[in-house]
């Protein structure tokens, strides 16, 4: 259930050059702050989409990663730290935000974020057919979420990330991560605070 397979984009689209194109950018060793940039004459909402399918996939296999060290037991409530509780809300099962366990939500959540990007009338995939005027609210709320598996991931998982190894990575992650949302505003700095001494 942990591992998901892979979003990926068709190649011959758009959407597929503009994914190479950011990965290659990120390959060559860049400076990340420049690679999050809109390249001249894209449109953002593609390259936002790009990006959003990419960091879902990625986040998904950090967090698939280390799961066996969140478990009920250890991970009772998702949270980061004693400060900071996330509850799950939904517009099916949880029309209230509801505590749950951090495996339960990360469940939760990996469920949502596929059904939204797999979801052709707010990811469409066809060319001409544009993007709904929620696009970016949408994208604003996974990468909300998602920043919180960064959360609990650094605050209660990080000894487990450094014995496997996965430090650098993970770190290199969060950083195109950071850059990405900085650049376009896409998450509410309230949000970040978990992690701001981090990002400093």
């Not at 503009?18 to 990965?23: C, G, R, S, T, V």
């Not at 469920?111 to 009338?121: C, G, K, Q, S, V």
Request: net charge positive; charged share 25%; hydrophobic share 40%.
């Amino acid at each position: 259930k942990t591992f998901r397979p892979r979003k990926k984009f068709e190649p011959g689209t758009q959407r597929f050059e503009l994914y190479k194109k950011a990965q290659a950018s990120l390959k060559s060793g860049l400076d990340l702050k420049a690679v999050v940039q809109l390249p001249p004459g894209e449109s953002i909402n593609d390259w936002i989409a790009v990006h959003v399918v990419d960091f879902f996939n990625r986040i998904n296999l950090i967090y698939g990663t280390m799961s066996e060290y969140c478990t009920e037991k250890s991970c009772p409530i998702m949270s980061g730290g004693l400060k900071y509780e996330y509850r799950w809300q939904d517009d099916s099962k949880y029309k209230k935000p509801t505590k749950l366990s951090a495996p339960q939500y990360m469940c939760m959540l990996m469920d949502w974020i596929e059904m939204l990007i797999n979801n052709e009338d707010i990811f469409p995939t066809r060319i001409g057919v544009p993007f709904p005027k929620q696009f970016q609210q949408v994208c604003t709320k996974i990468l909300t979420r998602l920043f919180r598996v960064f959360v609990h991931v650094y605050i209660h998982h990080f000894d487990s990330i450094i014995n496997m190894g996965a430090e650098a990575h993970v770190n290199t992650c969060y950083k195109h991560f950071y850059y990405f949302i900085r650049e376009f505003s896409l998450v509410d700095h309230r949000e970040l605070e978990p992690l701001v001494r981090m990002a400093q």
